[in-house]
């Protein structure tokens, strides 16, 4: 069984590209990272690139830890580099991110902040992470009130927040399917939306491209970066070759 993987981003109406992402894979396990950098001109794309800087050197130096336990070290090493990063700036930056681990026949993912992971499975949305947001927390709880803004967060990377990675696993079966995204796309697409898109003929790049444009557009001239990574489970092909890329647009 291999893997097909389709990604894109989209700068919408902002002035600079915060988010970044990547899919390594290395003998046959692949790590898939998102993040949505947060900060002054240049801070939050620094972070952003931090998070994927550090997935890129853990994921290729030996390592014998469980994924989840390589997962959370992963955050809490990128959440101390972003506040070095920080420290040495005179500034103050955060990154979200989204980390999808795909071993044999399992799944595991850790996130923090609002990035967003969806896991679907036969034409069904079987989970989706929860948003480390203030609006989130207010959704949950009316002891919070209403006055929470849909994008401020109580935890990210290189905040000065205590970090604890939520972090899942599932076994895999034929044709699932994992979505990984930025705000910018979830703020803007609903998971029925998703399927519907997938559920047409083309290609899985083809439906990306369309899904991104859609956030685009509708968005507007306020619309945020937007960034989307698809992976699906195929039965019959498997890609070859070392995929080691890093995507900023």
């Known amino acids: 069984m291999g893997w097909e993987f389709a990604h894109g981003s989209d700068i919408g109406g902002r002035s600079e590209q915060q988010d970044s992402y990547s899919i390594l894979d290395h003998m046959g396990n692949y790590l898939l990272v998102l993040a949505d950098g947060m900060g002054g001109r240049e801070q939050g794309a620094m972070a952003s690139d931090t998070v994927i800087e550090t997935a890129h050197t853990r994921f290729y130096s030996p390592h014998r830890a469980h994924p989840e336990q390589f997962l959370k070290r992963l955050c809490m090493e990128a959440h101390r580099k972003i506040l070095k990063l920080g420290r040495n700036n005179g500034t103050s930056s955060g990154s979200t991110a989204i980390f999808l681990y795909l071993q044999d026949n399992e799944a595991y993912w850790a996130h923090v902040g609002d990035s967003r992971l969806y896991h679907f499975h036969n034409d069904k949305l079987l989970f989706h992470t929860k948003d480390h947001s203030m609006l989130a ?77 859609t956030a685009s557009e509708r968005g507007g001239k306020n619309a945020d970066n937007i960034s989307l990574l698809i992976a699906r489970h195929q039965t019959r092909k498997r890609l070859p070759g070392l995929l080691k890329l890093v995507f900023r647009k």
């Open 137 to 213: 927390l207010q959704q949950q709880n009316s002891e919070f009130g209403n006055s929470a803004e849909s994008n401020q967060l109580y935890m990210c990377l290189g905040g000065d927040n205590d970090v604890v990675p939520e972090i899942n696993a599932a076994g895999l079966n034929n044709d699932d399917l994992f979505l990984l995204c930025s705000d910018g796309f979830w703020s803007e697409i609903s998971p029925d939306e998703i399927l519907r898109q997938l559920a047409l003929p083309g290609t899985l790049q083809y439906h990306t491209d369309m899904l991104i444009r």
